[in-house]
């Protein structure tokens, strides 16, 4: 097969930056690469919000930067902070224009799509060819647990036997979720626990007051990308009606179809990820009575009234279905997120709580 006749997958480069709490991480990487022993696949793990992807890029973007990589290792800056490509340079122009025939992307047709067998085996033949400019083939996979079983073990037979100056990104919120023989042959970079006080630094004067970011990083497990997000795209407030839509269905008073199909039209992992919050702050109160312990601060008087009226049993069956249910969307498997939410919302419907006669 020639160069010609594989089809590379472009798309419009989009501006890529490495964030202060990925500096750690970063010095890693280009001190690897300084010392010749950048290892051919690299798994970046964490969960969404952590700017993984744009690490990812960027880094592609130094290496396929003529002027970076011609730099000698005395003369390179990957001692700095942060090492820039130059931007102008032939590799960095085609790289920009999403036509860079060293480097090929992976990802799902759709959101919430597999990766198919026909995507890994037409990356495996990008890899069997040799460069076009004499230095990289780069790959980025993301998300790397959107693959199928079949796509997965595919992907492992490159992993074992790699073409010399091949680089493989993997790219995954869920790294528990990949085989264990393709984790086994990555370099893993963490990227789950940031220095809070790097993050809050960051967060903060992007905020409108008097939204905190503390607070705002404790909804979004410490990811600053999710808080920010939270607040530039209304988030909050859809945070707000589905807390408002779990109260109402607990008592009766919403229908559970048409609140599951609102869900359905909103960001699914996202409104699971509240949900599970919300039931696990549910849950802490039932066993322990104190509000301290909630990480929902901003709903504390409607959370005690609840748990109050819940058996805790039915409490742990509501966070076991719901944690299912993340699972079987999040991992890139092709179901039916309108009817998983739909049991959900029949769940707390069930429940069935009586208000209290004044």
């Known amino acids: 097969m020639t160069k010609k006749e594989v089809r590379l997958t472009t798309e419009t480069w989009q501006p890529t930056t490495i964030f202060p709490w990925h500096h750690f991480v970063w010095q890693i990487v280009l001190t690897a690469w300084q010392q010749n022993r950048l290892p051919h696949a690299l798994l970046l793990g964490g969960p969404p919000g952590m700017g993984k992807l744009s690490f990812a890029r960027h880094l592609v973007s ?3 930067c003529e002027k970076f990589f ?15 490509p130059c931007g102008v340079c032939k590799g960095c122009h085609l790289l920009q224009s999403g036509n860079h025939p060293d480097f090929f992307m992976v990802q799902p047709a759709e959101a919430g799509k597999q990766i198919t067998i026909d995507q890994i085996r037409e990356l495996i033949q990008f890899c069997a060819l040799t460069s076009h400019y004499g230095r990289y083939q780069i790959v980025i996979i993301q998300p790397a647990e959107a693959m199928n079983r079949n796509s997965a073990n595919s992907l492992l037979k490159l992993l074992e036997e790699p073409p010399p100056k091949n680089l493989l990104f993997l790219v995954s919120h869920q790294p528990g979720a990949l085989l264990p ?23 903060q004067p992007q905020l409108p007051r008097p939204l905190e970011a503390k607070w705002l990083l404790q909804l979004t497990a410490n990811a600053p990308l999710a808080a920010l997000a939270l607040v530039e795209t209304q988030g909050l407030n859809k945070r707000q009606e589905l807390f408002d839509n779990l109260a ?3 008592t009766g008073k919403a229908n559970p179809i048409n609140v599951a199909e609102t869900w359905n039209n909103w960001e699914v992992p996202q409104v699971l990820q509240w949900m599970l919050s919300w039931t696990m702050d549910l849950i802490r109160y039932a066993l322990s009575s104190k509000e301290q312990f909630l990480v929902n601060q901003d709903r504390r008087e409607v959370l005690p009234q609840l748990a109050r009226h819940i058996d805790w049993r039915q409490l742990f069956k509501l966070l076991e279905l719901q944690q299912e249910t993340y699972r079987l969307i999040s991992g890139g498997t092709n179901v039916n997120s309108r009817g998983l939410l739909e049991v959900i919302a029949i769940a707390w419907f069930e429940l069935n709580i009586q208000p209290q006669r004044k």
């Open 62 to 64: 130094l290496l396929l």
């Open 70 to 84: 011609s730099s000698s290792l005395t003369e390179a800056k990957a001692g700095e902070m942060v090492a820039q």
């Open 181 to 203: 023989t393709i984790r086994s042959r990555c370099q893993r970079l963490d990227f789950n626990r940031p220095d809070s006080v790097v993050i809050q630094r960051w967060l």
């Open 248 to 250: 109402q269905l607990a």
